[in-house]
């Protein structure tokens, strides 16, 4: 089949797309390897996004190789909690039996969670703060 001109933006947003998919499937892959070669107990997805986080930290992929995809995939990430949510449905009779301790878990490391993230933000801010202090001291 001939591409024509029409075709074309058609055609090279479809190519962009399937590479792009193709390098994150590619660290997804790699991460998958780790986790059979060592055994150790971490998601081969956790593993992957390290990777890949390294890899755009050291210049290797560029953020325009996976930008689009990306994008795209986190502006539909509401669709990929769908099939959780029916299989959560299908298990509320079980749920049911374990609710508080459940709701408990859930509302108690919010808090944590939440505290822990303000202490590491005021942390970081005083940190920042005291370093422009002494830049601007060293400058005079």
Not at 44 to 72: C, D, Q, W, Y
Request: with cysteine; glycine share 8%; aromatic share 10%.
């Amino acid at each position: 089949m001939k591409i024509t001109e029409f075709m074309w933006p058609y055609y090279y947003s479809l190519h962009n797309m399937i590479v792009q998919f193709g390098i994150l499937l590619s660290f997804l892959a790699a991460g998958e390897f780790i986790v059979w070669l060592t055994g150790v107990n971490i998601p081969s997805s956790i593993i992957g996004m390290l990777l890949l986080t390294a890899s755009l930290k050291a210049g290797v992929v560029k953020p325009r190789h996976v930008e689009r995809l990306s994008n795209f995939l986190v502006h539909n990430l509401g669709f990929f909690f769908v099939p959780a949510g029916v299989g959560l449905m299908n298990c509320l009779g079980i749920i049911s039996g374990q609710l508080l301790p459940i709701v408990a878990a859930s509302v108690g490391s919010t808090v944590i969670i939440i505290a822990v993230n303000g202490q590491v933000h005021s942390y970081v801010r005083r940190r920042l703060a005291r370093r422009q202090q002494l830049q601007s001291q060293t400058e005079l």
